[in-house]
């Protein structure tokens, strides 16, 4: 449909309720899409990662820009976690260190970099993290987690979430016996 008809159907006066009701009531269905999505991988993660001593933990506000859905294994105590950020925005993926020592900091990222492919470190927290293309923020991304897609969807981020950490958790394992906890 060329744009001149988009316009045409949508102005048309028969059309204008649906319009201002879909309008209105667009923010709290994509409210409830993600808060469902994130759910799914929530319980995915904790359905993976129950027999490996690891939490899994996630932001109560979804829609806060530092809101993260993370996996923490009990051996990292509070300096490492493996997740996913910006939950409502444009989604990446990383590893959290909460660790300023600058010295061991840019060693971890180094070695991180290497085994994670298509990483950043440009966070003084994240030393490695990657955008996963999903933009939240841009009501096209919601396709991916309509109800009928949103099982294969959370599957998939949580798969990709458990690939990262089986990849990093030999380099952060040896970096707490190699530093210590800061």
């Not at 840019?106 to 070695?111: G, H, K, P, S, W």
């Not at 099982?151 to 016996?177: C, G, M, N």
Request: hydrophobic content about 40%.
């Amino acid at each position: 449909m060329s744009s001149d008809a988009y316009f045409d159907f949508i102005t048309d006066k028969r059309q204008w309720d649906v319009v201002i009701d879909i309008h209105n009531h667009l923010p709290s269905v994509k409210q409830k899409l993600l808060n469902d999505f994130w759910m799914r991988v929530t319980e995915n993660l904790e359905s993976i990662f129950s027999d490996r001593k690891c939490f899994v933990e996630r932001s109560d506000d979804l829609f806060d820009k530092n809101s993260v859905l993370a996996v923490r294994h009990e051996d990292w105590s509070d300096v490492f976690k493996v997740g996913f950020g910006q939950l409502a925005g444009h989604v990446w993926v990383g590893v959290y260190c909460n660790d300023i020592r600058e010295d061991s900091y840019n060693i971890l990222a180094d070695q991180l970099r290497v085994k994670l492919q298509n990483s950043r470190r440009d966070s003084t927290a994240w030393p490695s993290w990657y955008h996963l293309g999903e933009d939240f923020t841009n009501v096209s991304s919601f396709k991916r987690i309509l109800p009928s897609c949103q099982e294969s969807a959370a599957a998939d981020y949580a798969k990709r979430l458990q690939e990262i950490v089986v990849k990093s958790e030999p380099i952060l394992t040896q970096y707490l016996a190699t530093w210590g906890c800061p």
